[in-house]
């Protein structure tokens, strides 16, 4: 869209399907537990697009974390859940059975999903990390693609940055192309519009928000955190994943981590080295140092805990006076 015609300039202007947020922002689905209906909902009241993570709940858990995002705004909700999860068609179909607006989904790939988003008229977006599949998903229906570089925290599905892949995709797709993995201030977000992105997806800045349900212990490492402080880890997933320094991944790295007790089979394939799931949740519960904390590189970007409504609207007030640019109504 040209910025004569945009009547968002100086951001695009963000449509998925029927979908148009104020903002071209998609806030990242963290789990476990770290983005649940609350913060989902103040992200979607602020103009954007608000996720709820709903990898290891339970079909009933994530229902009610929708109800409750419901419950708090009008906005556009979104959910993501992982491939990998071995209960990924009973949440997928379950969320779209009450009514969330959009699906987003990485950690692998379904082609079934975009059958039950037809089914349920609702959009499907899943995370990408290259041109060839993101021609797969224009071709199975789906409505955008996240194209997720390797500064992006969690589980990675590509060693190349970002702004490397994303001309890429642009060129390769017509759909729309949200930009995920470095993105936490206002020139990240620009120098992603300026090679084509529709809209920026946000992870660990909303993580370190007031509405993120971590304990504080667990926001806190966000704001300690420097870069020197990022690690790869080896997820049982099968995935590299990005995580904070902490006496958890150091043990992890020289191999002196405990492997289940009692595994769930969680997911659909697990090394089962360590259980993720519960290491995840330590951290989540303020055990940050036998718990795991995902985290992308641009974390030493964050030096406060905020409401997710200001670090939106002072994101785009930035965007704005870098642009040399009034802001929009």
């Not at 079909?59 to 995002?69: G, K, P, Q, S, Y």
Request: hydrophobic share 45%; with cysteine; aromatic share 4%.
């Amino acid at each position: 869209m040209s910025q004569s015609s945009n009547p968002r300039w100086p951001w695009p202007e963000l449509v998925i399907g029927k979908l148009r947020p104020k903002f071209p922002i998609v806030q990242g689905g963290m789990a476990i537990r770290i983005s649940t209906g609350r913060l989902a909902a103040a992200v979607a009241e602020a103009g954007g697009i608000g996720t709820i993570a709903g990898t290891a709940m339970s079909e009933e858990e994530l229902r009610n974390e929708i109800r409750a995002a419901r419950r708090l705004t009008s906005g556009i909700l979104a959910v993501n859940v992982m491939f990998a999860a071995r209960n990924f068609a009973e949440l997928v179909r379950g969320a779209m059975d009450e009514g969330i607006d959009l699906l987003v989904s990485g950690a692998g790939f379904s082609r079934d999903m975009f059958g039950w988003g037809r089914e349920f008229g609702v959009p499907v977006v899943p995370i990408v990390g290259s041109a060839k599949l993101a021609r797969v998903s224009e071709g199975l229906g789906a409505a955008a693609v996240v194209i997720e570089g390797a500064e992006a925290g969690g589980h990675l599905g590509t060693d190349r940055a970002m702004l490397e892949v994303l001309p890429e995709i642009r060129a390769a797709v017509d759909i729309p192309v949200i930009a995920a993995g470095g993105v936490a201030t206002a020139q990240d977000a620009i120098d992603a519009f300026d090679l084509g992105a529709d809209g920026v997806q946000i992870g660990v800045r909303f993580a370190a928000s007031v509405e993120a349900n971590g304990a504080p212990s667990h926001k806190q490492m966000y704001i300690n955190a420097t870069e020197e402080d990022i690690v790869l880890i080896d997820s049982p997933v099968g995935l590299p994943g990005r995580a904070i320094r902490n006496p958890f991944t150091e043990a992890l790295a020289v191999g002196d981590v405990d492997p289940p007790a009692d595994c769930t089979n969680c997911l659909k394939k697990c090394s089962r080295v360590f259980c993720i799931r519960e290491a995840l949740c330590r951290a989540q519960q303020g055990d940050v140092v036998t718990g795991l904390v995902f985290s992308g590189l641009r974390v030493n970007t964050i030096k406060e805990i905020l409401p997710a409504r200001q670090i939106i609207e002072s994101l785009m007030a930035d965007i704005a006076r870098l642009r040399g640019v009034p802001a929009p109504a």
